[in-house]
């Protein structure tokens, strides 16, 4: 069974910058595609943004297209989020996530059930 640990998150000020890391502790993590989804109080765990196994493929929200970018380290089995401009509507809990599914598109990637390991959690705090 896989374990993800997220780390990186904390309070930060509007148009700030954070990065988020993810670890796996599986030495199958290169077998995985890994999606980072966010929870804000009140609102239900949405997925933000994706990529695929090989790091070559990505995925992302609408509202985060051009300010965040997901990136992964394979012999590190660690995936990022970078994320820049950010805004207080990005406040939430931010999780990592890992799914074995091979074909990718964004509808079955924003299935919840899709994945079989997630990590904790960590808390992304933007002030106005």
């Known amino acids: 069974q896989v374990q993800l640990v997220e780390s990186g998150g904390g309070l930060v000020q509007a148009g700030g910058s954070l990065r988020l890391s993810c670890t796996a502790s599986?030495?199958?993590?290169?077998?995985?595609?890994m999606g980072w989804f966010r929870q804000a109080p009140g609102k239900e765990r949405d997925l933000v943004t994706a990529?695929?196994?090989?790091?070559?493929?990505?995925f992302y929200a609408d509202s985060v297209k051009g300010r965040f970018t997901i990136s992964r380290d394979n012999a590190k089995n660690t995936v990022y989020l970078q994320m820049r401009s950010l805004k207080p509507e990005d406040t939430a809990v931010y999780y990592c996530?890992?799914?074995?599914?091979?074909?990718?598109?964004?509808?079955?990637?924003?299935?919840?059930?899709?994945?079989?390991?997630w990590g904790q959690g960590t808390q992304v705090t933007v002030s106005s």
């Open positions: 996530a890992a799914t074995s599914l091979r074909l990718l598109n964004w509808g079955l990637l924003t299935s919840e059930r899709e994945y079989h390991a």
């Open positions: 599986a030495r199958t993590f290169s077998t995985d595609a």
């Open positions: 990529i695929s196994q090989d790091g070559l493929t990505t």
